[in-house]
Structures are given as structure tokens and as C-alpha cells.
């Protein structure tokens, strides 16, 4: 499957824990998306990189949550001290640049905090 | 910055029937506009967009969208539903910038399909 891939798929932690998922990309993608979707809701953009460099990041990214993205290729998005409000669905994309607005999906990890 | 209202949380319709789903948008300038599905416990599936051109868009599934920019509405179609389109349906609107800018899309809150047999 050359899909997008995001582990894990659930994450349960308790508050005040750090997490950390990961996102594999669509190989020849150099682009790559972080949004989080919660019930209800349409996904959010929270961060974007093009490469390795991480060229943009919503309002909504505190200052708890930093993505990277070393080789250009997977990306990790990490959560410290987890709230309760950041149970949701992290979702990963990816597009390439010849078609930069068709992205692409991944599974989603859902993160519940207790 | 730009926006996207999917009026309808909820929409029903016989296996069979046309169905439509409504979607307004709102972004400064001519906008990229897209239509996803999602299953349960799967991730976003890309159905199709508008880019440029013709106004009506033919996409995957038999699903179709007719970009109306003076009502500034893209909402997808498809002229007879089945049972398996049952999903939830959402529109996205990206604004046309610069290249090498992000493209990030903006979604709106979704309206879930049932396909009745």
C-alpha cells in the first residue's frame, strides 16, 4: 500500500503525559499537512512542511505541540502535557509538487486523554 | 481568510434518487474548491475539485460538483444514490497563493449522507 500511514492508530494517555505519533507520506510527496479533527467538526490545519523545513503554523499549534519533519520524508507530531481538550483526531496528509492542493490522507490517530 | 458552510448536518434519500449535497464557500479571490468522503474508521478520501475551467466537475463514485461562482456554491451531486454512499461528506476551499506556500484547506463541519434501501 503506497498510502498515507500514521501510527499509532489510538493513543489513550492520562493528562499531563507527553505523546508522540507519527506519519509516513505518499513517498514522492514533499509536502506534508498536520490537521486535528474533533467530533462533529471538519479537520483543522495545524502545521505544514514543505521538505523538511516547516513552513507554516495555525494559531491553534500551542506552544505544547511541535512537529518535525528531519530527513523530508516521515514527520512526528508531539504533544507535552497533554489537556483534556486535545482528545481528538490527528489526521497527516501529504501532496506533491506538481499538484500541491490534492491531498492526501492518512488513517488518523485518535488520541484520548483522561 | 476564507470559510465553508455545509448547510445541512444530515441528508436523506431513497437508493435510487438524486442526491445533493449543499456547500457555500467564502475566500478572497478565485479559490481551489474540493468534496471528501470519510467512512468510519477510515481517513478522508478525495472525491474530486475544482480547479479551473468547466464548471461542473466530474469526480470518483459517479459524484459530480457544479461550481457556481456568483452563489459562490460547489455543491457535489450525483444522479442516482446507493446504499454504499452512505459516508459523511465534507467541502474544502483553498485559496489560490503563491507557489510553495502552503495550501492548507479549510474544511467545512461535514453532512453525513444516509442512503436509504
Known amino acids: 500500500d503506497t498510502g498515507v500511514s500514521q501510527d499509532p492508530r489510538h493513543k489513550i494517555t492520562k493528562r499531563g503525559q507527553n505523546v508522540t505519533f507519527r506519519c509516513d507520506p505518499i513517498?514522492?510527496?514533499?509536502?506534508l499537512y498536520w490537521y486535528r479533527q474533533t467530533l462533529g467538526q471538519g479537520p483543522e490545519f495545524l502545521t505544514y512542511f514543505q521538505n523538511e523545513a516547516q513552513l507554516e503554523k495555525s494559531r491553534l499549534l500551542s506552544d505544547r505541540f511541535s512537529a518535525e519533519r528531519p530527513k523530508g520524508s516521515f514527520s512526528t507530531l508531539e504533544i507535552q502535557r497533554t489537556e483534556q481538550g486535545d482528545s481528538a483526531m490527528y489526521l497527516c496528509?501529504?501532496?506533491?509538487?506538481?499538484?500541491?492542493?490534492?491531498?492526501?490522507f492518512g488513517p488518523g490517530t485518535r488520541l484520548t486523554v483522561t | 481568510a476564507q470559510s465553508v458552510a455545509q448547510p445541512e448536518d444530515q441528508v436523506n434519500v431513497a437508493e435510487g434518487n438524486p442526491l445533493t449535497v449543499k456547500c457555500t464557500y467564502s475566500?478572497?479571490?478565485?479559490?481551489?474548491l474540493f468534496w471528501y468522503v470519510q467512512y468510519p474508521n477510515r481517513g478522508l478520501q478525495f472525491l474530486l475539485k475544482y480547479i479551473t475551467g468547466d464548471n461542473l466537475v466530474k469526480g470518483s463514485y459517479g459524484f459530480e460538483a457544479e461550481f457556481n461562482k456568483s452563489q459562490t456554491s460547489f455543491h457535489l451531486k450525483k444522479p442516482s444514490a446507493l446504499v454504499s454512499d452512505s459516508a459523511l461528506y465534507f467541502c474544502?476551499?483553498?485559496?489560490?497563493?503563491?507557489?510553495?506556500?502552503?495550501?492548507?484547506?479549510?474544511f467545512g463541519s461535514g453532512t453525513q449522507l444516509t442512503v436509504l434501501p
Open positions: 474544502a476551499v483553498s485559496p489560490r497563493i503563491s507557489s510553495g506556500s502552503a495550501r492548507q484547506l479549510t
Open positions: 496528509a501529504s501532496s506533491s509538487q506538481g499538484k500541491p492542493y490534492e491531498q492526501y
Open positions: 475566500v478572497s479571490g478565485n479559490p481551489y
Open positions: 513517498s514522492e510527496h514533499n509536502r
